[in-house]
């Protein structure tokens, strides 16, 4: 079945540091892709998508690019903030229309 | 507008007590879903509803787990009897179609003693 597959946290860096956290997806089709940002006490709220190849979904300096060929999405910033400390889960559309997200990716930005 | 309303925020029970979670989509949105977050096994979906009509609820652990959607702009979850492993944060969740965006609540964190 579909499943989305994440690094394993926590990700600690220090402030201005550049960011990557992996992502990868097994799926039949093409799914729409998503990343959800979660902050400490919140509920989780989208942070991008992309809804097809090659599609670059941005929000709030993150990126992250849908890559058909290697099945991934992987989420980037050039320079973190204390503020972009939270839980970052990717996520893709099934075919029954459900949304499978990952485990979740724990960031820890130092001052 | 407002967002995804969920009741209570916090719940602190008893082992053997009913529990019953509440929740408000938001308006328009004819999806609505149901997770649960813990540490060890991350964010569960329980049970999703689609113009009110349970869709899957292959996610529901037990039969003590019950959901119901009795219009658009209500949905309770209730646990009975609940137990210490049903301590979690529950999660509502509402989108238009089922395959869009989902706009989360603030969550219910539940502890059962």
């Known amino acids: 079945g579909d499943s989305v597959t994440q690094m394993e946290g926590p990700v600690t860096l220090s402030e201005e540091a550049f960011l990557t956290i992996n992502c990868t997806y097994t799926a039949t089709g093409y799914p729409s892709l998503f990343w959800y940002v979660q902050y400490p006490g919140e509920g989780l709220q989208l942070l991008l998508k992309a809804t097809k190849a090659d599609d670059k979904g941005s929000n709030k300096g993150f990126e992250a690019t849908y890559r058909k060929e290697t099945t991934s999405f992987h989420l980037e910033k050039g320079s973190v903030q204390v503020s972009d400390s939270a839980v970052y889960f990717c996520a893709l559309r099934g075919r029954d229309d459900k949304i499978i997200f990952g485990k979740g990716t724990r960031l820890h930005i130092l001052p | ?113």
């Open chain 2, 1 to 113: 507008d407002a967002g995804v309303i969920q009741s209570p925020r916090h719940e602190v029970t008893e082992m053997g007590q009913e529990v019953t979670l509440r929740c408000k989509p938001i308006s328009g949105h004819n999806s609505l879903f149901w997770y649960r977050q813990t540490m060890m096994r991350g964010l569960e979906l329980l049970i999703y509803f689609n113009n009110n009509v349970p869709i899957d609820d292959s996610g529901m652990p037990e039969d003590r787990f019950s959901a119901k959607m009795p219009n658009a702009s209500f949905s309770t979850l209730k646990i009975q009897p609940s137990e210490p492993r049903d301590s979690a944060v529950y999660f509502c969740a509402s989108s238009r179609p089922p395959g869009y965006e989902q706009y989360f609540g603030p969550g219910t964190r539940l502890t059962v003693t």
